[in-house]
C-alpha cells in the first residue's frame, strides 16, 4: 500500500498484471455490460410489406340494353410479369407504369345468360402512388406482340393490401366493371 501511495505522489503509475487482478477487471467488464444491455432499445419488429408478385381478386362486369342484361362477376388471378414480349409491350405503352401483371380468369366467359362474350386473359399495367394510383387494363396480341387499352382507372384506390378499381370498356354495349386485386403482406426478414 505505501508504494501505491509513493507513487501517487511521485506522478508513476503502477500496474498490477498479477492473474489475480486481470480476472478481477474481467468481471468488472462483464458487470458493466450486463448492466447497459438492458438499456438498449427493444427490437421492433418490422413492419409487413406488399408483395405484388401475386394477386387473387374479381372482377364485376355489368352492362345493358334494350331489356337484357348482363351482371357477371369473375374470380381471377394475377402474376406480375417482369420480362417477355408481353412485360415488353406493356412497358412501351406505360413507361411510368411500376407493376405489369398478366391476369386469368377462372371462368373465361361473362354473360352466359344473354349473350355470352369471351374474356380470356387480359394485362394490367399499374402505378402505385401514396395516395393510391392508376390501373390501365389492356389487351395483348401475342401473335401480333401488340396490345389495346380494354379501360383505365385514374382514380385507384390502394390501401397496401387490397387495390379497388372500375373502368368501362365497348363491346357492342358499354360494359361497366369493379373488382379488387388482393395482393399478401410479408414480414421483411
Request: glycine share 8%.
Amino acid at each position: 500500500m505505501l508504494a501505491l501511495l509513493l507513487a501517487c505522489e511521485t506522478g508513476t503509475v503502477v500496474v498490477d498484471n498479477t492473474e489475480e487482478a486481470k480476472d478481477d477487471t474481467a468481471t468488472a467488464d462483464d458487470d458493466a455490460s450486463d448492466d447497459t444491455a438492458g438499456d438498449s432499445a427493444e427490437e421492433v419488429p418490422a413492419e409487413p410489406v406488399t408483395d405484388y408478385s401475386a394477386y387473387t381478386g374479381y372482377r364485376h362486369f355489368y352492362a345493358e340494353v334494350w331489356g337484357y342484361a348482363c351482371d357477371t362477376t369473375v374470380e381471377e388471378t394475377g402474376t406480375e410479369l417482369t420480362e417477355g414480349d408481353a412485360y415488353e409491350a406493356l412497358a412501351a405503352e406505360c413507361p411510368s407504369c411500376t407493376n405489369f401483371y398478366e391476369n386469368v380468369p377462372l371462368d373465361n366467359t361473362i354473360c352466359d345468360d344473354t349473350y355470352p362474350i369471351e374474356i380470356g386473359t387480359t394485362y394490367r399495367a399499374m402505378l402505385y402512388t401514396e395516395s393510391g394510383g392508376v390501373a390501365t387494363f389492356y389487351n395483348y396480341d401475342a401473335d401480333g406482340g401488340s396490345v389495346s387499352i380494354l379501360g383505365a382507372d385514374n382514380g385507384l384506390e390502394f390501401d397496401g393490401e387490397t387495390t379497388v378499381f372500375d373502368y368501362t370498356f365497348e363491346y357492342l354495349v358499354t360494359f361497366y366493371v369493379d373488382g379488387e386485386m388482393y395482393f399478401e403482406m410479408t414480414t421483411p426478414e
